[in-house]
């Protein structure tokens, strides 16, 4: 397993900005696509967004537009940038490897409202 260490959670009012960071160690980061995912008390884990080695991005429909994934490969470093944050955005939110089956310990943000 890839050592993941995600941070940058924390507690914030809506409408602020956090953003997360994922180092992943032990890997060819830069040609590894990355994942970020959120778990919600009492929801199933959901996808949020992901990027690929060559730069492409997709996220879920919730966060478009207020998310922004990135990556630094001399960091092995991801990112997830939220702005406008809402109270529907409080979760643990992990980053793996598009090719992983298992998690870090993640990062937890809440949003009050």
């Known amino acids: 397993q890839v050592p993941l260490v995600e941070s940058g959670g924390g507690l914030v009012q809506a409408v602020l900005s956090l953003r997360l960071s994922c180092a992943a160690s032990?890997?060819?980061?830069?040609?590894?696509?990355m994942d970020w995912y959120r778990q919600a008390p009492g929801k199933q884990c959901e996808w949020v967004a992901g990027?690929?080695?060559?730069?492409?991005?997709d996220y879920t429909d919730s966060v478009k537009g207020r998310v922004t994934i990135s990556r630094d490969n001399a960091k092995n470093t991801v990112y997830l940038q939220m702005n406008s944050l809402k109270p529907e955005d409080t979760a643990v939110y992990y980053c793996?490897?598009?090719?992983?089956?298992?998690w870090g310990q993640g990062t937890q943000v809440t949003v009050s409202s």
């Open positions: 793996r490897p598009s090719w992983a089956n298992y």
């Open positions: 032990a890997i060819t980061f830069r040609i590894t696509a």
């Open positions: 990027m690929a080695s060559a730069g492409m991005v």
